[in-house]
């Protein structure tokens, strides 16, 4: 099915299993285990020579169609549903590194991503060097002979920066590593890393996957060699992804992609307005030529997707944080939560949220300013949006 339908219909259509009722939408199989027919038949599923479900740790029906669904959009042989996206990328360290080897990571990736590399995966005897997303020259110097994996986020969360999957795949390759890709901001709909070289797709199925702000969940795709230690740990260590919020996100994947469309539409709009505006000073967003990678999102990507990040320039007397604190204390409309991917807008200031656990010192390397205003740009008329910034067109 997967090599002859295009995205929208696997979205709709791929990895559905239906049960003897022949019911047309997904089922939702809320069990923890499966009944054998006599006890031979239980040795022969836990010994691995009969396939099947044993118990909701390992495998569940109607999370197995969330994953091959999302397989099937990745262009993924394997998919691996996890509890949350950050258990997701955890899994993929788990499954692939041992201790002593080292990882090459954007330094422009999620805070939580950056403190899990920092400071937990180090008392691991893990090392994670930090790079520019941007520079492919960094990426190369900073590899070593013990490099495992190099992991990218991007568009980067918050600054929306760009980096070249195809790139880097070759460098990482050349260097005896993989490439590791959060795909968070565009999702299968707007970019497929796998099809450009990365080896494997990482997701926070939190986010659009979901599309409605619901439920957590997260998962790691790549090939079978990659990907089977990434579900031996996740068996054993439990951080797996629980039937219902599989079925949120099959239920999910099935608007992907007119969502994604609504959701870049806006976005765009959104960010061109906010070019014009006086009380703007830089926008960030992949698809504006004023982006830096503008060039290299027009390639990769099929759209800018839906983030719009944004410096808010301060009155006088005030000072950055405040210039961006007022304008989002100021919206009646745009939820101020962290979240994204949201039917709802969301508006977040991510220097004391997203990124406060990151020191002052990293996040101006990562070019994070006190003004910087991130938005997730939701499904509300863009008309509305704009009136709720008005403090920005004084
Ligand atoms: C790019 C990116 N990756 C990973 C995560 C972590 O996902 P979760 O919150 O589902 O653990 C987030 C969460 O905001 C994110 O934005």
């Known amino acids: 099915m997967n090599d002859q339908y295009h995205l929208e219909t696997l979205a709709v259509r791929a990895g559905t299993l239906t049960t003897e009722f022949g019911e047309n939408s997904e089922a939702l199989f809320l069990n923890s285990s499966f009944r054998f027919k006599n006890a031979a038949q239980a040795a022969a599923r836990f010994g691995g ?121 070759e460098v990482a390759h050349a260097a005896g590593a993989y490439l590791a890709v959060d795909n968070c901001f565009c999702t299968p709909a707007l970019q497929q890393p796998l099809k450009l070289g990365a080896d494997i797709v990482i997701h926070s199925a939190t986010k659009y996957i979901d599309g409605q702000g619901r439920v957590l969940g997260g998962a790691v795709l790549g090939n079978k060699v990659l990907i089977e230690p990434v579900y031996a740990f996740l068996r054993t260590a439990g951080v797996t992804m629980s039937a219902f919020n599989a079925w949120v996100f099959v239920k999910g994947l099935e ?27 830089r926008v960030y967003y992949p698809g504006l030529p004023s982006h830096p990678q503008y060039a290299l999102a027009q390639k990769q990507q099929r759209l800018g997707g839906g983030i719009v990040t944004f410096e808010v320039k301060p009155r006088a007397g005030q000072t950055a944080q405040e210039a961006a604190w007022a304008l989002i204390d100021a919206t009646r409309l745009i939820s101020i939560t962290a979240n994204l991917g949201d039917a709802k807008s969301t508006i977040t200031h991510p220097a004391t949220t997203t990124h406060s656990r990151v020191t002052a010192e990293a996040r101006a390397e990562a070019g994070i300013k006190d003004n910087l205003v991130r938005i997730a740009v939701g499904l509300e008329h863009i008309e509305d949006l704009k009136a709720d910034l008005q403090l920005l067109t004084e």
Request: charged residues 15%; aromatic residues 6%.
């Open 255 to 281: 608007t992907l992609q007119v969502r994604m469309e609504a959701h870049a539409t806006r976005a765009l709009a959104l960010a061109q307005w906010l070019e014009q505006q006086p009380g703007v000073e």
């Open 49 to 169: 020579t009969e396939p099947g479900n044993i118990y909701s740790r390992f495998t569940n029906p109607t999370v197995t169609m969330f994953q091959d669904k999302l397989a099937a959009l990745e262009g993924a042989e394997q998919c691996v549903a996890t509890a949350s996206g950050m258990s997701a990328i955890l899994a993929c360290i788990m499954g692939i590194c041992s201790a002593g080897d080292h990882i090459v990571a954007s330094r422009s990736i999620f805070g939580t991503t950056v403190q899990l590399f920092t400071n937990i995966l180090k008392r691991w005897g893990l090392e994670v060097t930090l790079v520019s997303l941007t520079d492919v020259e960094a990426w190369k110097a900073a590899a070593k002979p013990n490099t495992k994996l190099f992991f990218a986020e991007t568009p980067s969360n918050p600054l929306t920066e760009v980096g070249d999957i195809v790139q880097l795949a």
